[in-house]
């Protein structure tokens, strides 16, 4: 499709699993974001890519969240040891012009993880 | 620190009137603002953006004010329509980072 798309849509896992979140960008969207929205909250920054490295990940939490995005296009969020307070819906976007009058973020429909 | 603030949580507006929500920001550096409407269950999706070089950008019925003085934009529904019943986001951005407000429910009732 032409949006960014994240998989899966829906996770439940238990306490102290591992999770992984896929992004998929817009085509051409050097520029991916990963937010994370916990309720009655705004989304809330993680961290930016720049092509394939992360220039910014200074909203990652702590050590249990890693991201990668290898080829430039596809992101992972990674979380290890899942905790109850990471539950949350965690949210893609991209950009085609981050920061700029025509770079608005196109977000995907987030995936919701719940930790039981 | 909350650096962009959305201090309504809520707003109720009958049909046809004018809807306003307000936000709030505190670095001076911010010069890109955006609105994002958000449906349940969906992602946010772009609504309209001010360069802080504006005090005023128009997108049929939306309108976004900026008052760079006082560090506040609002956003101007009119006429509300009941399909604007969302919860609202104002972002701002210095360079790449986008910073989000809490969001205001927007109720418009028929």
């Known amino acids: 499709g032409a949006g960014v798309s994240q998989t899966p849509s829906n996770k439940v896992t238990e306490k102290g699993k591992y999770v992984e979140l896929r992004c998929d960008p817009i085509?051409?969207?050097?520029?991916l974001y990963w937010y994370r929205q916990s309720l009655g909250q705004g989304p809330e920054f993680l961290i930016y890519f720049q092509g394939t490295g992360a220039a910014d990940d200074s909203g990652l939490p702590n050590d249990r969240f890693f991201a990668v995005r290898p080829e430039g296009s596809v992101s992972t969020l990674k979380i290890q040891r899942t905790e109850r307070g990471d539950s949350a819906v965690y949210l893609c976007?991209?950009?085609?012009?981050?920061?700029?009058?025509?770079?608005?973020?196109?977000f995907g429909e987030g995936s919701r993880l719940t930790v039981l | 620190d909350q650096q962009v603030k959305q201090n309504s949580p809520s707003l109720s507006v009958q049909e046809g009137r004018i809807s306003i929500l307000n936000c709030d920001y505190t670095?001076?550096?911010?010069?890109?603002f955006l609105w994002y409407k958000k449906y349940p269950a969906e992602g946010p999706t772009f609504l309209i953006s001010?360069?802080?070089?504006?005090d005023k950008n128009e997108d049929g019925r939306f309108t976004v004010f900026l008052n760079k003085s006082a560090k506040h934009l609002s956003l101007h529904i009119v006429p509300s329509q009941p399909g604007d019943s969302a919860v609202y986001f104002c972002a701002a951005s210095g360079t790449y980072k986008y910073i989000f407000g809490t969001g205001t429910r927007l109720k418009v009732l028929a």
């Open positions: 001010i360069s802080s070089i504006k």
């Open positions: 976007a991209s950009s085609n012009d981050p920061g700029q009058i025509t770079g608005e973020l196109f």
């Open positions: 670095n001076s550096m911010f010069d890109y």
């Open positions: 085509s051409g969207h050097t520029a």
